[in-house]
């Protein structure tokens, strides 16, 4: 028979073991998030404040200024366009695009299109044929676009433009942007939603999808190609929420707090990708414009607000602190290396500016006209409306100049698809709210009425 005193031990006894289980079970998790993070434990413990930044500023028509700095971004569109093809050189004069330049093409006809400056006519024009080039390309081993095309030819190429039968491989970034508009056509656009499902039938996206992340494709020394993750903090989430719109598992990408880590610039806790360049293959840079459009196609949400607030505050205290106007990003340069990453920070070193391998580029920091007008769409503080005056300067018959050079003194005068294309969202934005959802009614009306020559 057993005891009162025995029957006591065997409840404590199950106590005692539910205990230890799930002591263990909070063992496990949090050893699972420091795996996860790198044994970062300020990232994981990190809440995004769902109060970051200025309130959002309301909409606006666009006066006769913003309407000819419309007109002047849309003009390097109509200068660029390639009779043959429908599509967009990524820089002037320049017979070549990726996607996400391609990309930025399709969303500034959008913006275009809805501010009054493109006729719809010439819209449904633009688009049909750029969506039959893009169903007809030649595709990097047959899955997805290949990382630089011709325009003239739709030949695929190297980075130099030189023609190659094989191609150079695949970018899951790049076609994280060019989803965003065609999301945006099928939505706004119905009669253009035959010609992306074309598109669509005609790519294999799910080759650029693995285990919710992105994976572009690289050519092997030996033959074949490999596949690599893409993406680092900022442009991974960008371009993830491309694919998150058409239904495309890409939950690991999309996590801001996996790869989360910290640097102090200027007593501000400013965002980095803590993966190593050395060890995964891939510089990290902390700058402007994943931010900036992730702001102005989609909206703000709680995570991306609270980190794009602290990447332009950062901006915001160097000018403070050292009287240069600062909005750095990734540009178009008008001489050697004719690409930069101007970053916040670069694999921890504040104020970094490097090429694409990651070398030292300092002398060619700019103010950056698309960086600069859009924190302005987005934030007009009194900061922002410094760097918009800084860059008004930049217009052209053909276009938008890329910056001002910040210790040349003299304006970086190339001419690039992505930085009209940025502008014409950001108008978009100042007058009817993000590209993926505009405000109807009564604003976008008046807009569009204002904006008919």
């Not at 003239?152 to 970018?171: H, K, Q, R, V």
């Not at 640097?263 to 980095?272: R, T």
């Amino acid at each position: 028979m057993t005891t009162p005193t025995h029957n006591g031990w065997r409840s404590a006894r199950g106590h005692i073991v539910f205990l230890l289980a799930l002591i263990s079970a909070f063992a496990l998790v949090y050893w699972l998030e420091q795996w996860e993070t790198g044994g970062t434990s300020t990232a994981s413990a990190w809440t995004a404040d769902p109060d970051a930044a200025a309130p959002r500023p309301p909409l606006e028509p666009l006066g006769d200024d913003e309407l000819e700095a419309a007109r002047a971004a849309w003009a390097y569109f109509e200068g660029n366009t390639q009779s043959d093809t429908g599509l967009v050189n990524s820089v002037a004069g320049y017979p070549a695009t990726t996607m996400w330049d391609t990309g930025g093409y399709l969303l500034a006809a959008i913006a275009a299109e809805r501010l009054g400056i493109l006729p719809r006519q010439e819209f449904d024009r633009r688009m049909t044929q750029a969506l039959d080039s893009l169903a007809r390309l030649p595709l990097y081993d047959g899955r997805l676009p290949n990382k630089s095309y011709d325009t003239t030819t739709l030949a695929m190429t190297d980075y130099a433009n030189t023609p190659t039968e094989a191609g150079i491989g695949w970018s899951a970034l790049d076609l994280g942007r060019i989803l965003v508009p065609f999301d945006a056509l099928m939505r706004h656009y119905p009669e253009h939603a035959a010609g992306v499902d074309a598109v669509l039938d005609h790519w294999d996206l799910a080759s650029a999808v693995q285990d919710g992340e992105m994976i572009g494709a690289l050519p092997s020394e030996g033959g074949g190609y490999e596949l690599v993750q893409e993406g680092r903090l900022g442009y991974e989430q960008y371009s993830a929420k491309g694919f998150a719109l058409l239904g495309y598992d890409v939950g690991e990408a999309a996590r801001v707090e996996a790869h989360l880590d910290w640097v102090d610039v200027a007593g501000l806790d400013v965002p980095v990708d803590q993966r190593d360049p050395e060890e995964f293959g891939a510089h990290a840079h902390t700058l402007s414009e994943p931010y900036l459009l992730a702001a102005l196609e989609f909206g703000w949400d709680t995570r991306l607000r609270d980190l794009a607030w602290r990447v332009y505050q950062a901006q915001e205290r160097r000018h403070a602190e050292t009287g240069i106007l600062t909005a750095v990003t990734e540009d178009h340069l008008d001489r050697a290396p004719h690409f930069i990453f101007s970053s916040v920070v670069a694999e921890g070193e504040p104020w970094a500016v490097q090429t694409d391998t990651g070398e030292d580029a300092d002398e060619f920091r700019i103010l950056s006209t698309k960086a600069a007008l859009g924190w302005h769409a987005l934030y007009r503080t009194p900061y922002t409306e410094e760097l918009a005056a800084a860059v008004w300067d930049l217009q052209t018959p053909n276009g938008w100049q890329t910056g001002h050079y910040e210790s040349l003194g003299e304006p970086n005068a190339v001419l690039a698809a992505n930085t009209n294309a940025v502008i014409l969202e950001a108008l978009h934005y100042w007058a009817l709210g993000p590209i993926l959802h505009p405000q109807g009614g009564e604003e976008r009306d008046e807009t569009a009425s204002a904006a008919t020559p």
